[in-house]
């Protein structure tokens, strides 16, 4: 019998019973978890720029950089720490990359198909995110305690192709008529200048979310320049011996983009947004493997100008990982879509405080699916002035890296 005729209880239980058939179909049988540790206590440097991977035996692997600044800070490098499976604790920190008297940092990670382990970063010249110089370090012995023995290191060589100036000539002359403030013209005109000088152009390109590994043999590096304030993606067919670059991928200062494949087998990548308001998150879309990318527009998701991960789960659903404001990283937020990232139907905070002197800040995650399926997040957590701890020199203890390990249901289920 027709649903739309049942009278009564059995009505009632027969909707109840279709519901929960339709969120077991969503959800699956697990049912929500979350748990999340700090990977260090929180101390008086500067801990930020998280990435995690997850090894063949199941264990994690997280990087960021660490020290008393950030690009001016010349102290600044990689460090590392392990997660053994099924461990509470995770490991010591231990170095991973320390350029000396160099700040180091953006770093990120990606285990490629043939079991070797990628670290790439950018180590800053002159104390300027302009001075960038990409950097690279492979592994096929990492699986051990402490840092990995790396088997090569090397500079990435970014050298746009001759189309970078011309994509960047088109971009600037259709924002031009509304440069109507002197920081905009400024832009447009540093822009153009930078787009033609071999050195401005070939250095200041960095990393932060994952690499991307295409069809088990492409390796596309997603970069950004907070110089020219844009994105660019880095490729090798032949795991770093050769590079080449997409053209230049242009908006109102998207940047930082993060990676994920179509079922179609198109790419879409997500931006963070450094540029007017109102902010969203970015997006752009490539039918070409990556060569080429459509023009940047906004997405409907807010950001407040800060870092962000999109991947796809093994089931087709997407996850996304952002601070959901326009302004502050006092809340971090993890959403879920069914249809590729045209709506965002379910989402939970793995953070959120009201804004203002005594909120937190969190941001720069990074995500994984782990092989059982669960999620794995790690991020950048800094205790409010006001309410950190403080050591016997009276310097405050509030930042450090958090972990977050949960399941798509507890998502699902969403913010209590």
């Known amino acids: 019998m027709p649903l739309s005729r049942r009278a009564g209880l059995p009505h009632v239980l027969s909707l109840l019973l279709s519901v929960a058939c339709c969120l077991s179909n969503v959800t699956g049988s697990e049912p929500p978890f979350f748990r999340s540790e700090f990977l260090q206590p929180p101390d008086s440097l500067h801990n930020h720029g998280s990435c995690v991977v997850e090894t063949a035996h199941g264990d994690l692997l997280a990087c960021w950089f660490r020290g008393s600044g950030e690009r001016q800070a010349d102290d600044v490098k990689i460090v590392g720490a392990r997660l053994r499976r099924g461990a509470a604790a995770w490991s010591e920190a231990f170095?991973?990359?320390?350029?000396?008297?160099?700040?180091?940092?953006?770093?990120?990670?990606?285990?490629?198909?043939r079991g070797i382990l990628w670290l790439i970063w950018p180590t800053i010249l002159d104390n300027q995110w302009e001075s960038a110089l990409l950097k690279s370090k492979t592994s096929d012995d990492f699986l051990r305690d402490g840092p990995p023995i790396w088997k090569t290191s090397d500079v990435i060589h970014v050298k746009p192709g001759p189309e970078f100036a011309a994509t960047v000539k088109i971009a600037m002359e259709h924002f031009r008529p509304r440069a109507t403030e002197p920081k905009i013209k400024e832009y447009i005109d540093y822009a153009l200048a930078a787009s033609t000088d071999k050195?401005?152009?070939?250095?200041?390109?960095?990393?932060?979310?994952?690499?991307f590994i295409l069809d088990g043999r492409r390796l596309i590096v997603p970069l950004y320049s907070d110089g020219f304030n844009f994105s660019l993606m880095a490729i090798t067919d032949d795991w770093g011996q050769t590079w080449h670059t997409s053209p230049p991928l242009i908006g109102e200062g998207n940047v930082q983009p993060s990676i994920v494949r179509r079922q179609d087998g198109s790419l879409y990548a997500m931006m963070r947004d450094n540029g007017l308001p109102p902010q969203r998150i970015q997006h752009a879309s490539s039918s070409d493997r990556g060569e080429s990318w459509t023009a940047v527009t906004d997405s409907a998701l807010p950001d407040p100008g800060a870092g962000l991960e999109v991947i796809a789960l093994t089931n087709g659903h997407w996850v996304v990982v952002n601070n959901d404001t326009e302004n502050g990283r006092h809340s971090l937020c993890v959403r879920v879509s069914d249809d590729e990232g045209k709506t965002w139907k379910w989402s939970r905070h793995l953070e959120r405080d009201q804004p203002g002197p005594d909120a937190g800040r969190y941001g720069y995650p990074s995500l994984i699916q782990a092989k059982d399926g669960t999620l794995h997040a790690t991020y950048s957590y800094a205790i409010s002035p006001a309410k950190a701890a403080q050591d016997a020199a009276g310097r405050a203890l509030r930042e450090t890296i958090k972990h977050a390990h949960f399941n798509e249901a507890w998502i699902l289920a969403g913010d209590p």
């Not at 991973?96 to 198909?113: E, F, W």
């Open 95 to 113: 170095i991973m990359a320390d350029t000396p008297d160099l700040p180091d940092t953006n770093c990120c990670m990606v285990i490629d198909p």
């Open 199 to 211: 050195l401005k152009l070939r250095l200041g390109w960095m990393t932060r979310a994952h690499p």
